[in-house]
C-alpha cells in the first residue's frame, strides 16, 4: 500500500517509521529543504517530548477529543516507542520528560534512522498545494508534479514559527474535502501588557504565582519565574496563560508578587505592617528587599520620593506599599503572535473525523499533530498529542490492512 504524509514533523515522522515498519511504501512531503525543523528547537533545543503527568485535563479543543492521548498513549506505550528508537527520556521539573542526552537533535536523527531503515522516503522541497480523490486513491500535486496514494496523511502542522515551514498552508488540503476551520490563536505565548514601567523594568525576573484576571475576576494562576520585557511578560508560567487570553473577549490583567520571600524577613514585615519602627529612609528600606529598577517603580506608585523615614508613614502609605509589593498588575492587551508562539489553539475541527482520526468525508484521508484542532499545555503535551495521533493513525491503517 502507498502511503503519501504530508509534512516531515514529529507527527509526520512518527506515523512514517510505524507504517513503513508495516511494510507500507511510504513517502513523507516536505516542503522545507529538511524534515524536523520545528522538532530541533522545542524545548530550548532540548525536546521536551512528553510529560509524567498525563492526566486529561492537559488538552484543548473547542469539541471533545476523539480519544484521550494520555490514556491512548499511555506511559507503557511511550515507553516501548522510545525503548525502540534508543531513547531513555529523563524526567525535570513539573515533570516534564527529555532525551536523556537533552538534544532535540537525538530525537530526530532516530527517528529517520528508524524511517530509512524501513524503506521510508523523504521527499524534501516539496510543497503539496492540493490533493484530490483519483482511482481508489489520492492524486497530490506539487507545482508540475503529480503523486499517487492509497492513503494520505496530512501531517503539515499549525501557524506557530511559520519559519520553520508550518504557516497554515495545510489547513486548505483539508478544507477543500469539506473539513471545517475552528478559529485559530497563538497559544504558549508571551503576553503583551502596557505599563509605562515596563521600558525600565526590561529584562528584571521575579519568582512567584502569577495569576490571570477576566473582567476583575481570577480566573488562572500558576508559579515560577516571570520575565519582564519592554512590551510584556514572558516565562514558564506565563505562557500557559496565552490560551485564556487568545480564547476570550474581555479585560484581562495579571499580577504578582515583586518579592517572594518577605516572610524570610521578619524585621522588615514588621517594620512595613507597623509593628517595629526604624528610621531608615524608604529608599533606603526598600533597597534591602528588592533590585534597584522595582524600587524606583515602588516609590513612584505609591507616590514618595524616597526620603520619607519608615516610621513616619502613614497607615494608608504602608497599606499601598504593602499591597503592592505583594501584588503588582498588570493590564493584559493581547498575545505576542504566532511568529513567537509555540503552538496553535485551534484547528480541523474534530467533528469531521473518525476516533482514527480518519476523515469522514474522504475515507483514506487522515489527520494528525498539530493541524487539528487540539493543543496541549506547555511542558511536552503537543509533542505528546503529535505522537499519539500519529500512532494511533498507523495502528488504524495496519488493522485494516490485514
Ligand atoms: C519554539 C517552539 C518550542 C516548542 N517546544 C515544545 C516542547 O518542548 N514540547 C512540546 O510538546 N511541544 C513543543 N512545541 C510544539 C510542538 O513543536 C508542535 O506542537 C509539534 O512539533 C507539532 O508537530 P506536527 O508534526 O503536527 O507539525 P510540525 O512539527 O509543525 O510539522 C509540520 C511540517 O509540515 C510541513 N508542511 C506544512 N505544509 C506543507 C505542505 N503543504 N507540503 C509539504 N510540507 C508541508 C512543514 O514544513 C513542517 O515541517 C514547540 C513549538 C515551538 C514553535
Request: hydrophobic content about 40%.
Amino acid at each position: 500500500m502507498k502511503i503519501a504524509i504530508i509534512g516531515g514533523g514529529v507527527s509526520g515522522l512518527v506515523a512514517g517509521c510505524l507504517l513503513a515498519e508495516a511494510g507500507c511504501a511510504v513517502t513523507i512531503y516536505e516542503r522545507k529543504n529538511r524534515v524536523g525543523k520545528k522538532l530541533l528547537a522545542t524545548g530550548n533545543g532540548r525536546a521536551n517530548v512528553s510529560n509524567a503527568d498525563l492526566s486529561s485535563g492537559h488538552w484543548h479543543s473547542e469539541s471533545p477529543l476523539p480519544f484521550d492521548p494520555g490514556t491512548y498513549f499511555s506511559a507503557e506505550a511511550r515507553r516501548e516507542f522510545f525503548d525502540a528508537l534508543g531513547i531513555d527520556l529523563v524526567e525535570e521539573d513539573r515533570g516534564k520528560l527529555y532525551p536523556s542526552t537533552l538534544q532535540a537533535r537525538t530525537v530526530l536523527n532516530a527517528l529517520r534512522r528508524r524511517f530509512f531503515a524501513a524503506d521510508g522516503e523523504e521527499l524534501v522541497e516539496t510543497c503539496i498545494d492540493s490533493i484530490e480523490q483519483s482511482k481508489g486513491g489520492f492524486l497530490l500535486a506539487s507545482g508540475e508534479n503529480s503523486f499517487f496514494a492509497d492513503k494520505v496523511i496530512v501531517a503539515t502542522g499549525g501557524m506557530a514559527m511559520p519559519q520553520s515551514g508550518s504557516d497554515g498552508k495545510g489547513y486548505g488540503l483539508m478544507k477543500a474535502f469539506g473539513h471545517k476551520k475552528t478559529r485559530t490563536f497563538p497559544g504558549i505565548s508571551a503576553l503583551l501588557c502596557e505599563s509605562p514601567y515596563l521600558k525600565h523594568l526590561n529584562g528584571t525576573k521575579v519568582q512567584g504565582r502569577i495569576t490571570l484576571y477576566k473582567n476583575g475576576e481570577g480566573i488562572a494562576s500558576e508559579e515560577g519565574e516571570i520575565l519582564l520585557a519592554k512590551d510584556g511578560i514572558s516565562g514558564p508560567p506565563v505562557l500557559d496563560l496565552a490560551r485564556a487570553v487568545g480564547e476570550g473577549k474581555g479585560d484581562y490583567a495579571v499580577s504578582f508578587p515583586m518579592l517572594n520571600h518577605l516572610d524570610q524577613l521578619p524585621d522588615y514585615r514588621n517594620i512595613l505592617e507597623g509593628r517595629s519602627y526604624l528610621p531608615v529612609a524608604a529608599k533606603d528600606f526598600l533597597d534591602g528587599i528588592l533590585s534597584n529598577k522595582w524600587v524606583h517603580v515602588v516609590l513612584k506608585e505609591c507616590g514618595l520620593k524616597g526620603g520619607e523615614p519608615m516610621d513616619q508613614l502613614s497607615w494608608e502609605e504602608r497599606d499601598r506599599l504593602l499591597k503592592l509589593l505583594f501584588s503588582f498588575t498588570l493590564p493584559v492587551t493581547g498575545v505576542r503572535g504566532f511568529d513567537y508562539a509555540q503552538v496553535t489553539c485551534g484547528g480541523m475541527a474534530l467533528s469531521g473525523f473518525s476516533a482514527d482520526l480518519e476523515s469522514l468525508y474522504a475515507p483514506g484521508l487522515y489527520a494528525a499533530g498539530e493541524v487539528l484542532d487540539v493543543d496541549g499545555d506547555c511542558g511536552g503535551y503537543n509533542i505528546h498529542w503529535a505522537l499519539a495521533s500519529a500512532h494511533r493513525i498507523a495502528r488504524a491503517i495496519i488493522k485494516n490492512d490485514k
